[in-house]
């Protein structure tokens, strides 16, 4: 195994343009600067991985962007300008061990990108690699409504937060307590959670109803936490970057 480390970081990616080498009817078409349109989707690797989800890239059309080395999952924001200049920022995030792929890296570091038919190459000219992938719209890869990933109530140091990790555990604060558990996921879309040790720290000035939690739902990007019995407790969001 591999130790995974991401980084906050803010990736320039600079798309040059190459001209075609004749003008016949025959010669290659113009290499153009790929457009935003060109870049939305999910993007993948080929290959099996022994991780809980299979490494991918999601480029979403509001500029953020999701990706999963097979483990983790990180979340920014992206904008492509006309001139091909390609501008990411990542956000707070899990850092477990994974022998997936580093895709979360190959976003942040990239600084340069093209795109041909169904493959998109991403380069980084600061650890020299080059990363290929392939689009897909297999149902079971991607982002499938889960929230995996690190989301919080109110950006701060003591914020409550819940960190969602793809292994089927959780962790998180309460704003005073430590919490952590395991989750699944029902058809209907929602996330059960079921508690497990938790520190006991008294805090007279701290709202902890993080800790009463016992289930979650993800809509247009917010994070709905409800107890055992279905009453709405809060919300928490993913933030784009810190």
């Known amino acids: 195994m591999r130790r995974v480390a991401v980084a906050v970081l803010t990736a320039v990616m600079l ?35 022994d991780t809980p989800e299979h490494p991918f890239v999601a480029f979403a059309d509001d500029g953020r962007w999701t990706a999963s080395d097979g483990c983790n999952r990180v979340n920014g924001t ?24 580093q895709l979360p890296v190959a976003v942040a570091l990239a ?14 000219s600061q650890d020299a690699t080059v990363t290929e992938l392939v689009r897909t719209d297999d149902s079971d890869i991607g982002l499938q409504g889960v929230p995996i990933g690190y989301w919080v109530a109110i950006p701060g140091v003591a ?4 960190s969602i990790s793809a292994d089927g555990t959780y962790t998180g604060n309460d704003g005073c ?17 079921t508690p497990g040790a938790t520190t006991l ?8 109803w993080l ?3 016992g289930g979650v739902s993800l809509r247009n990007g ?21």
């Open 201 to 208: 720290m008294a805090c007279p000035d701290t709202d902890n």
């Open 177 to 193: 307590n430590v919490i952590n558990g395991t989750w699944e996921a029902s058809p209907d879309g929602t996330i059960s959670l």
């Open 15 to 49: 798309v040059p343009l190459v001209s075609a080498c004749a003008p016949t009817p025959t010669a290659s078409p113009q290499s153009e600067s790929p457009r935003a349109d060109d870049i939305v989707g999910t993007w993948t690797v080929d290959g099996a991985f």
């Open 78 to 101: 992206w904008d492509l300008s006309p001139s091909g200049v390609l501008t990411t920022t990542a956000g707070p995030h899990t850092l477990m061990w994974c022998d997936g792929v």
């Open 222 to 242: 917010t994070l709905t936490v409800q107890d055992a019995q279905g009453e709405v407790l809060g919300q928490l969001t993913s933030p784009p970057d810190t």
């Open 159 to 162: 914020a409550p937060f819940l």
């Open 111 to 124: 600084d340069s990108a093209s795109v041909e038919g169904d493959t998109l190459t991403v380069t980084s």
């Open 211 to 213: 800790n009463a939690a």
